[in-house]
């Protein structure tokens, strides 16, 4: 079941922080190829289920490289005033679609605690290697 609460979402990660430390220095150990392979369906079978334009999250809480502040000046509710033509790292956000999720694994943790697609992913690929 994924969970789509933020304040829950917020709550787990610093719940499993040391937890999640661990599985990133796991993962670190792993051949990043085959931890790409295994991201990939999770990720899509997330991102189906979970539409990030109900969030916007990520634009409260980050920033890309060329905007200043928080939370974006473009968004608007939970919406983004220029979806169309937003910068290049909200595009690619949460860049769990990307070969080398192992060489981005700071961020994950990182990103989450506010992304439930990152959360979601994260919890899943613990389940799917089977780590404690």
Known sequence: MLIKDLELIE????RNEDKNWRFRSYLKMQEGKEI???VKPIYEFVKKNIDCLECGNCCRKLRPIILKGNP???LN????EIYKSRPNDCKSFPHLQKRGFTTRLIGIIEYSMICPIVFNVFEELKIAMKFR
């Open 11 to 14: 709550k787990l990660s610093k």
């Open 77 to 80: 509710g939970n919406k983004c």
């Open 36 to 38: 790409d392979l295994l």
């Open 72 to 74: 974006c000046i473009f």
